[in-house]
């Protein structure tokens, strides 16, 4: 059985909506590494890019993820851009069934359009959403469970996800 299971996947892919429905239908604890970062801070993402760069907030997201993924029974939703660190990526698969959420660029702009909390969506969101998935093409495939949630309602995304807890690792 998985320790945790890890949600990663572009902004905008569903990862909070749906871990909190995961944490609820199994009992486990939802937790977001933003919020853990932002807890910490006292401020929010958006103000510590402002103030401190990117730089800072992906140290302080690696902390975060130090953290969460030594417990166990939770729901773990990333960041989007936390998967970029090598170091990152081995510290969610120890710690977890990673499991990646994926959405077509349309469905991401409509999503995130009217969010002003992304630093890295500022200015023309088509624009930023496009060269920042191009950049990140790669960047989820490490995860051995992939889901398209273009199509699936919040319900049906959790009930696939428990699923595959199900399946021998
Ligand atoms: C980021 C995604 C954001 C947040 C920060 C950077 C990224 O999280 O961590 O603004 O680099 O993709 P969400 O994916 O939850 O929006």
Known sequence: MHRNIVLVGFMGTG??????VLADRLGWIFSDTDHHVEEKAGMPVSQ??????????????????????GLQNR??????????????????????????????????????REDAARPLLAGNVEER????????????AFAPVQLDTGRLTVQQAAERIIGELARPS
């Open 48 to 69: 510590i890019f402002a103030e401190q760069g990117e730089e800072a907030f992906r140290q302080l997201e690696t902390e975060a993820l130090q953290e969460l993924l």
């Open 75 to 112: 729901i773990i939703a990333t960041g989007g851009g936390a998967v970029l660190k090598e170091e990152n990526r081995r510290l969610m698969e120890e710690g977890g069934l990673v499991v990646a959420l994926n959405a077509a660029e349309e469905v991401i702009v409509e999503r995130v």
């Open 129 to 140: 959403v496009r060269l920042l998935m191009e950049a990140r093409r790669t960047a989820y």
């Open 15 to 20: 990862k909070t909506s749906v871990g909190r």
